[in-house]
């Protein structure tokens, strides 16, 4: 194995009041880009872009220092950090949005530091996707460019999605996601459609149901992690992206083979998300659990 390449990540950084039935939680910390670096810091090298406002705890700042996330492209402003409220209903599905607030993001001019420009691994966490695209456009060609978006872009802002869409390698998005944004019902005439935006390679997640890798070489279906007990899926879908980019970037390919692997460590970090509030469960990870779950679900899918 080659040692793992540096990934970039650029998304949200936020509060979250969260609601699920298992609990509630107010101000935790969240955001795409905080769930993602948590997670893909298991993997290798993670060099972050966003901004926080002045009431962002110092002590996660030091967390995630002490994770080895690069904070050089971590700006601190004033005014007050993003904040989204949501709430799960009894089957811990997709979540209701109740409330966003973009505040320092509304102004943010991300500016990808130097040292940043030649990450071979790029991954646009949910934010406006010009924000995203922007960021695309001051790195040195990666070798693979990942991107994530929700319903709020989708509805709110699809001119800059299509442009953005034009710009990236592979979508990493939910069913209910890829629906929408290509206005088909079937979910293979929808990737055909999602396809000719822009992405190659599109993964649909499924929730509880697993995800769906679509790859010029071939197709793949993988199950979700069986969990007894959820706390909190905020976060599953930048966990499972992180685990996902984690794994392509450490092996350093971006074939079918490799893919296919990525998704299960996909799975795992996704499974790891839904079992605490916030990262708290991620944040505290050991590389054997992580691997000691990847193989739980190889035995699941395996024919042997
Ligand atoms: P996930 O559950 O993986 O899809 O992502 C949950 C995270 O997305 C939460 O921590 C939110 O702070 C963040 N989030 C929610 N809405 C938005 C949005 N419109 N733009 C960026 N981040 C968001």
Redesign the pocket.
């Known amino acids: 194995m080659t040692s793992p390449s540096n990934i970039l990540i650029v998304g949200?950084v936020?509060f979250?009041d969260v609601e699920t039935p298992a609990g509630r939680r107010e101000r935790s910390l969240?955001?795409?880009a905080n769930?993602f670096a948590m997670g893909a810091s298991h993997f290798g090298p993670v060099q972050l872009v966003a901004v926080v406002g002045e009431d962002f705890p110092a002590d996660h700042i030091e967390t995630l220092k002490a994770r080895g996330v690069d904070l050089e492209g971590l700006e601190q402003v004033a005014g007050d950090t993003?904040f989204?409220r949501g709430r799960y209903g009894a089957d811990f599905g997709d979540?209701e949005?109740l409330d966003?607030q973009l505040n320092v993001f509304a102004d943010f001019q991300p500016k990808v530091p130097e040292a940043y420009k030649r990450s071979p691994y790029l991954f646009l966490g949910?934010?406006h996707p010009s924000l995203q695209e922007d960021v695309v456009d001051q790195v040195d060609s990666p070798k693979l460019i990942g991107c994530d978006t929700?319903n709020?872009?989708i509805q709110g802002e699809p001119e800059a999605l299509s442009k953005l869409l034009k710009k990236i390698n592979l979508l990493i998005i939910n069913e209910g996601e890829a629906r929408l944004l290509s206005g088909e019902k079937n979910l293979l005439k929808s990737v055909e459609l999602i396809r000719e935006m822009g992405p190659e390679i599109i993964i649909i997640k499924k929730g509880a149901h697993g995800a769906a890798l679509f790859h010029p070489e071939g197709r793949f279906f993988i199950p979700a992690y069986p969990l007894a007990e959820l706390q909190d899926?905020?976060?599953?879908?930048?966990s499972f992206a992180s685990g996902v980019m984690g794994y392509i970037a450490r092996h350093d390919n971006i074939d079918l083979k490799t893919f296919k692997t990525a998704l299960i460590y996909g799975t795992v970090m996704a499974s790891f998300a839904c079992e605490g509030f916030s990262f708290d469960r991620v944040a505290a990870l050991h590389l054997e659990e992580i691997e000691g779950r990847a193989d739980e679900i190889k035995a699941l899918i395996s024919l042997d």
């Open positions: 949200s936020a979250d969240g955001g795409s769930y993003f989204w979540a949005t966003t949910n934010i929700m709020f872009w899926p905020t976060g599953a879908g930048d």
